[in-house]
C-alpha cells in the first residue's frame, strides 16, 4: 500500500508584496497502522515515528490520531487511515503539512485531519469535513509565515491521493487571497528503486524543505515585509 509521489510544492503569495517559491521534493502516503520500515541502509531514507506527530510522548501514529479524533467526538472504529508526510532522513525530519484522510469501516471519508507545524517547533491540527467538492474551510488558528498575523479563513481542497496529487490551500483574508500553496505529484510504488532514485535526487529532503521555507523568509524580510508577532499556542486538547 505505501506510495511514493515525487512532487511540487508552489506558495504564491500576492500581497503585501508579489513573491513565488518553488521546490520540488517527494512525499510518502502510507496506512499508520502499518507504516513501512525499510531494511538495511534504506532505513535511514524512511522511518515513520509517533513522537513527530500529535506531540513528543510515547505512542503509536495510529494512536495519537485516535486520540486526537476521540477528544473532538470522532471515532473510526477502526476504520482505514492514509497519511501523506515527509518521512525521516538520516534522523531528522520536518514536516510543514501532515494530512490524514480518515474512513469508516465501510470505507466511506469520515473526516481528514491537517497537522500543520512551523518553524518554531511548534504544532496544530485541523479537523475538516471537506463537502462533495472535497474542499473544506476553517478558520486560521496557528501562526505560520512570520509576515501573516493569526486571522482570516482556510479553504483547502483536499481529494484522496491517487495516481495523481493535487493539493490546494489557500488563505482569505478581508476579502483577499494573499497566499496560496498547491501540491502536485505522480504516484510511483515504494519500492527500493525508487526511494534509491528520489534520495538521490533529492538528497536531505527534509533538510531542504526547511531550509527553503527559511530562506525564502529572508528574502522577504529583505524586501521590507513587517514580522507579525507570534502569540502564545495554547496546547490542543488531545495533542500528547
Same mark, same amino acid.
Given at each position: 500500500?505505501?506510495?511514493?509521489? =515525487?512532487?511540487?510544492?508552489?506558495?504564491?503569495?500576492?500581497? =503585501?508584496?508579489?513573491?513565488?517559491?518553488?521546490?520540488?521534493?517527494?512525499?510518502?502516503?502510507?496506512?499508520?497502522?502499518?507504516?513501512?520500515?525499510?531494511?538495511? =541502509?534504506?532505513?535511514?531514507?524512511?522511518?515513520? &515515528?509517533?513522537?513527530?506527530?500529535?506531540?513528543?510522548?510515547?505512542?503509536?501514529?495510529?494512536?495519537?490520531?485516535?486520540?486526537?479524533?476521540?477528544?473532538?467526538? !470522532?471515532?473510526?472504529?477502526?476504520?482505514?487511515?492514509?497519511?501523506?508526510?515527509?518521512?525521516?532522513?538520516?534522523?531528522?525530519?520536518?514536516?510543514?503539512?501532515?494530512?490524514?484522510?480518515?474512513?469508516?469501516?465501510?470505507?466511506?471519508?469520515?473526516? !481528514?485531519v491537517a497537522e500543520?507545524?512551523?518553524?518554531?517547533?511548534?504544532?496544530?491540527?485541523?479537523?475538516?469535513?471537506?463537502?462533495?467538492?472535497?474542499?473544506?474551510?476553517?478558520?486560521?488558528e496557528f501562526y505560520?509565515?512570520?509576515?501573516? =498575523?493569526?486571522?482570516?479563513?482556510?479553504?483547502?481542497?483536499?481529494?484522496?491521493?491517487?495516481?495523481?496529487?493535487?493539493?490546494?490551500?489557500?488563505l482569505d483574508r478581508?476579502?483577499?487571497?494573499?497566499?496560496?500553496?498547491?501540491?502536485?505529484? &505522480?504516484?510511483?510504488?515504494?519500492?527500493?528503486?525508487?526511494?534509491?532514485?528520489?534520495?538521490?535526487?533529492?538528497?536531505?529532503?527534509?533538510?531542504? !524543505?526547511?531550509?527553503?521555507?527559511?530562506?525564502?523568509?529572508?528574502?522577504?524580510?529583505?524586501?521590507?515585509?513587517?514580522?507579525?508577532?507570534?502569540?502564545?499556542?495554547?496546547?490542543?486538547?488531545?495533542?500528547?
Amino acid at each position: 500500500m505505501p506510495a511514493l509521489y =515525487p512532487c511540487t510544492i508552489t506558495h504564491v503569495r500576492t500581497a =503585501p508584496v508579489r513573491h513565488r517559491l518553488r521546490h520540488r521534493t517527494y512525499l510518502w502516503l502510507i496506512d499508520p497502522d502499518h507504516p513501512p520500515r525499510p531494511r538495511g =541502509p534504506f532505513g535511514m531514507l524512511a522511518r515513520f &515515528e509517533g513522537r513527530d506527530h500529535f506531540g513528543p510522548s510515547a505512542g503509536t501514529l495510529r494512536a495519537k490520531l485516535d486520540a486526537f479524533l476521540a477528544s473532538r467526538g !470522532v471515532d473510526l472504529d477502526g476504520g482505514r487511515v492514509l497519511m501523506l508526510a515527509h518521512a525521516r532522513v538520516l534522523g531528522f525530519v520536518f514536516n510543514p503539512l501532515t494530512l490524514y484522510w480518515c474512513h469508516r469501516p465501510d470505507g466511506t471519508l469520515s473526516c !481528514v485531519v491537517a497537522e500543520v507545524h512551523n518553524t518554531y517547533g511548534e504544532r496544530h491540527c485541523y479537523l475538516l469535513h471537506p463537502g462533495e467538492d472535497q474542499v473544506a474551510e476553517v478558520h486560521k488558528e496557528f501562526y505560520v509565515s512570520p509576515f501573516f =498575523p493569526v486571522d482570516g479563513s482556510y479553504r483547502m481542497r483536499l481529494p484522496e491521493p491517487g495516481a495523481a496529487l493535487d493539493l490546494t490551500i489557500r488563505l482569505d483574508r478581508s476579502g483577499e487571497r494573499p497566499f496560496v500553496a498547491r501540491v502536485t505529484g &505522480e504516484r510511483r510504488p515504494a519500492s527500493r528503486s525508487h526511494l534509491a532514485r528520489l534520495a538521490v535526487r533529492h538528497p536531505l529532503s527534509t533538510i531542504a !524543505v526547511a531550509l527553503a521555507i527559511r530562506v525564502h523568509g529572508i528574502r522577504l524580510f529583505l524586501r521590507g515585509l513587517p514580522i507579525r508577532s507570534r502569540p502564545a499556542h495554547p496546547p490542543q486538547e488531545g495533542m500528547r
